[in-house]
């Protein structure tokens, strides 16, 4: 008979299914440049990633910073600190980040979330535009509808749909050819201002809205107020969200990447760590409990004594790194496990693909108070027990 899985797996696992074989190009780097066409989906990551060929799938990037100037044939997810699109895409682009600049003709959807936003003139939209940041300027052509939330908008482009901007400040010196909604402390409309057809507005106070080239019916609307007042209020609270929200987009895509150097960088380390938690699941469990509780009293004894303080620095710096790092560890080991008792023959693509959504469902968990985190703390202790019994395994064999 097998061995049974132990409780922790099959809490961790339950509802999710293998996923199928993808076929994907997987690279990470701390400087990484494409410099050769990549013919099917790419999941990319690095400090700086620099794209100058073109992507036939998706495209799926994170980096401090990400430039774009080759063409994707497909969607595009992206978060970085700095990103900058310069090519086309040909379906949707969903980016975040703090200084987001595109410069491109988007065949699908854009949505962005950043500090700064920067939608270039020559941009054009073929979809809906979604824009949620701080300093927002829109210079593009929208074919569909335009919606915009930020503490300060500038819109200088063209709009064929629906627009919707609502701001701390709202500066209209472009073409807004469908009905027009503009709400903020702040409104001004440039020299080049054209509403075509009609504008609802609302202004602390009931000012009249006057331009040189309105069409339609200009209607001073109270009932947009306390959507405005939400929007202003929160405007100021924009770049923060904008933030967290690529933070988040880069936190699960540098687990996407670290998960990724793991596969890469270890051939047989993993799987023998996934055959000891299989076999020993309970005495890795102690094992991996005693190194969280008895690593930082060891480094403490070390730090106290002057020729062992050198020692003792290099154990806290390794437990911090398990710390950062335990649950994409953990993730790529079970998704091992998963393999091995399954008697799974998978590629890498698969067990990375395993082994992010088993990450994910660690980070859930991990916010459900009590029950999660004793899940959460128990799943992160076999693996560790297991890697650390298989480490010192090698370890006494080299001997």
């Known amino acids: 008979m097998r061995r049974p899985l132990p409780l922790i797996l099959g809490a961790t696992l339950l509802s999710l299914l293998a996923l199928p074989a993808l076929a994907a190009t997987l690279q990470g780097e701390e400087n990484l440049t494409i410099t050769s066409p990549i013919r099917d989906n790419a999941y990319l990551a690095g400090s700086n990633v620099t794209i100058d060929e073109p992507v036939s799938g998706d495209l799926l990037v994170a980096g401090g910073e990400v430039t774009v100037n080759a063409g994707v044939k497909q969607d595009i997810l992206a978060g970085a600190g700095n990103l900058y699109i310069e090519n086309d895409v040909g379906g949707d682009l969903r980016i975040a980040g703090g200084q987001v600049r595109v410069h491109s003709t988007v065949h699908g959807d854009l949505v962005v979330v950043g500090g700064t936003i920067d939608i270039r003139e020559g941009t054009v939209v073929e979809g809906d535009l979604l824009v949620a940041g701080g300093d927002i300027r829109i210079a593009g052509t929208v074919n569909g509808t335009t919606y915009a939330r930020g503490g300060n908008v500038l819109f200088s482009g063209i709009t064929k749909g629906k627009t919707d901007l609502r701001a701390g400040e709202v500066t209209v010196n472009g073409s807004v050819d469908g009905p027009a909604v503009l709400a903020g402390k702040k409104i001004a409309l440039g020299p080049q201002a054209k509403l075509m057809s009609g504008v609802r507005y609302w202004l602390p ?52 990447l670290t998960i990724l150097l793991l596969l890469l960088l270890s051939k047989t380390f993993f799987p023998d760590a996934a055959r000891s938690l299989l076999r020993h699941p309970w005495s890795n469990l102690l094992y991996g409990f005693l190194y969280f509780a008895a690593t930082p009293v060891a480094a403490l004894l070390f730090l106290i004594s002057i020729i062992g303080a050198p020692i003792g620095l290099l154990i806290i710096m390794t437990y911090a790194f398990t710390i950062v790092f335990a649950k994409p560890l953990t993730a790529v080991l079970l998704a091992q496990a998963i393999a091995l008792y399954y008697k799974k023959s998978w590629g890498k693509p698969v067990l990375f693909c395993i082994a992010l959504a088993l990450y994910l469902v660690l980070k859930i968990v991990s916010f459900v108070p009590l029950v999660g985190w004793l899940l959460c703390a128990a799943a992160v202790l076999f693996a560790f027990g297991a890697l650390i019994t298989t480490k010192w395994a090698r370890f006494a064999k080299i001997r």
Request: no cysteine; proline share 4%.
């Open 205 to 256: 106070k009931a000012q009249p809205l006057s331009g040189k080239q309105i069409q339609g019916e200009i209607m001073y609307d109270p009932s947009l107020t306390n959507a405005n007042l939400e929007s202003v209020s929160e405007a100021g609270k924009t770049g923060f969200v904008a933030a967290v929200a690529g933070i988040s987009i880069i936190v699960v895509l540098s687990a996407a």
